[in-house]
């Protein structure tokens, strides 16, 4: 028997399926290029839960979804998705600066558009410049910047004439740049995240970031204060903490929190013992290197060495051998 070997079999096979917010030509399949291999295969995604379920589910390796933005603050949907169900972790962070075009379809003019439509966190980025330059344009929200472009393209759309998303995506559709450069505020970035399966924890890199979700004990009047004491306590510095509402009566917050170190250091573990003892849920949602890739300042007295030391000289008192 003769066996052709087009390679084809073997890369479909092989490839690994990485989930994201779709259609094709959205920011996040920007962010996902910046750290998916060359080989991967694309599952682009109408929203950021089923990206996430194609991971749980196992039909997908990864997916990449978008978590914070500069300009409008937590993407609620990854927020709130990440603990909803079965637990995913955090592998890698990514940026992506986000300016974008106003397009329609060739042959569009600037006074032909009454409605506009783009994915929420897009339009929050350009809203002032829409007031200033289309004051009379009503907004009809998109599940993604790209899908509507999609849809202008052909011939779907649904009360707008043009979209606000990436020039890539105005490219990919065929539609026609009739603004560039659409933004309030030039510098925006939006920050994905790369999500898996948990497993065991890797190794720490010294420049690390950890995501976690804690939700505080009811009615407790100095609930939020002690636990931001556990890690004030143990040197460890956050650099993102949002309140999410838990969903199921007023007044009831969960707090969604990054925090500079990895958990496989000492400080950290100490802090998540103490939030684990005071706190009625604390999800881990994955320790991975952070972007810049500046390295972690750590205090004097909160070093792994420090908290080794520490234990070894509490086992001398056990045996009488410290006083
Ligand atoms: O819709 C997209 O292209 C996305 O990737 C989500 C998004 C939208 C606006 C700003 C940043 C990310």
Same mark, same amino acid.
């Given at each position: 028997?003769?066996?052709?070997?087009?390679?084809?079999?073997?890369?479909?096979? @092989?490839?690994?399926?990485?989930?994201?917010?779709?259609?094709?030509?959205?920011?996040?399949?920007m962010?996902?290029?910046?750290?998916?291999?060359?080989?991967?295969?694309?599952?682009?995604?109408?929203?950021?839960?089923?990206a996430?379920?194609?991971? %749980?589910s196992?039909?997908?390796?990864?997916?990449?979804?978008?978590?914070?933005? *500069? $300009?409008?603050?937590?993407?609620?949907?990854?927020?709130?998705?990440?603990?909803?169900?079965?637990?995913?972790?955090?592998?890698?962070?990514?940026?992506?600066? #986000?300016?974008?075009?106003?397009?329609?379809?060739?042959?569009?003019?600037?006074?032909?558009?009454?409605?506009?439509s783009t994915?929420?966190?897009?339009?929050?980025?350009?809203?002032?410049?829409?007031?200033?330059?289309?004051? &009379?344009? =009503?907004?009809?929200?998109?599940?993604?910047?790209?899908?509507?472009?999609? /849809?202008?393209?052909?011939?779907e &759309?649904?009360?707008?004439?043009?979209?606000?998303?990436?020039?890539?995506?105005?490219?990919?559709?065929?539609?026609?740049?009739?603004?560039?450069?659409?933004?309030?505020?030039? @510098? /925006?970035?939006?920050?994905?995240?790369?999500?898996?399966?948990?497993? =065991?924890?890797?190794?720490?890199?010294?420049?690390?970031?950890?995501?976690?979700?804690?939700?505080?004990?009811?009615?407790?009047?100095? /609930?939020?204060?002690?636990?931001?004491?556990?890690?004030?306590?143990?040197?460890?510095?956050?650099s %993102?903490?949002?309140?999410?509402? $838990?969903?199921?009566?007023?007044?009831?917050?969960?707090?969604?929190? @990054? #925090?500079?170190?990895? $958990? %496989?250091?000492?400080? $950290?573990?100490?802090?998540? #013992?103490?939030?684990?003892?005071?706190?009625?849920?604390? =999800?881990?949602?994955g320790?991975?290197?952070?972007? @810049?890739?500046?390295?972690?300042?750590?205090?004097?007295?909160?070093?792994?060495?420090?908290?080794?030391?520490?234990? *070894?000289?509490?086992?001398?008192?056990? &045996?009488?051998?410290?006083?």
């Amino acid at each position: 028997m003769v066996t052709v070997d087009t390679g084809y079999a073997e890369s479909m096979t @092989d490839a690994p399926l990485w989930s994201f917010l779709g259609p094709a030509g959205t920011f996040t399949e920007m962010a996902l290029r910046q750290v998916a291999p060359l080989n991967v295969e694309l599952d682009p995604c109408q929203d950021v839960p089923t990206a996430l379920d194609r991971v %749980r589910s196992r039909a997908a390796e990864a997916a990449v979804v978008p978590m914070e933005n *500069s $300009v409008e603050g937590g993407v609620n949907a990854t927020l709130d998705n990440l603990v909803a169900s079965t637990p995913l972790v955090i592998t890698a962070e990514m940026a992506v600066p #986000i300016t974008f075009v106003l397009a329609g379809r060739p042959g569009t003019r600037l006074e032909d558009v009454t409605g506009i439509s783009t994915h929420p966190h897009a339009w929050a980025q350009c809203r002032g410049w829409v007031h200033h330059n289309l004051p &009379e344009a =009503r907004y009809v929200a998109g599940t993604s910047t790209s899908a509507p472009a999609q /849809a202008l393209a052909n011939g779907e &759309e649904a009360g707008y004439q043009a979209v606000l998303c990436n020039a890539l995506a105005a490219q990919t559709y065929g539609l026609e740049v009739i603004a560039g450069g659409v933004a309030d505020n030039p @510098d /925006a970035v939006t920050r994905f995240v790369k999500v898996t399966r948990p497993g =065991r924890v890797g190794e720490p890199s010294g420049a690390d970031k950890t995501t976690l979700m804690v939700q505080l004990p009811h009615n407790h009047s100095g /609930a939020l204060l002690n636990m931001l004491e556990q890690f004030s306590a143990r040197g460890v510095n956050l650099s %993102r903490i949002e309140s999410r509402p $838990v969903g199921d009566s007023l007044g009831r917050y969960r707090f969604s929190l @990054d #925090i500079e170190g990895h $958990v %496989r250091e000492e400080r $950290v573990q100490a802090a998540f #013992i103490g939030l684990h003892r005071t706190c009625p849920m604390v =999800r881990f949602l994955g320790s991975y290197p952070r972007l @810049d890739a500046r390295p972690v300042t750590v205090l004097a007295g909160t070093s792994d060495k420090d908290f080794v030391v520490a234990r *070894s000289w509490v086992a001398d008192v056990l &045996e009488g051998r410290a006083l």
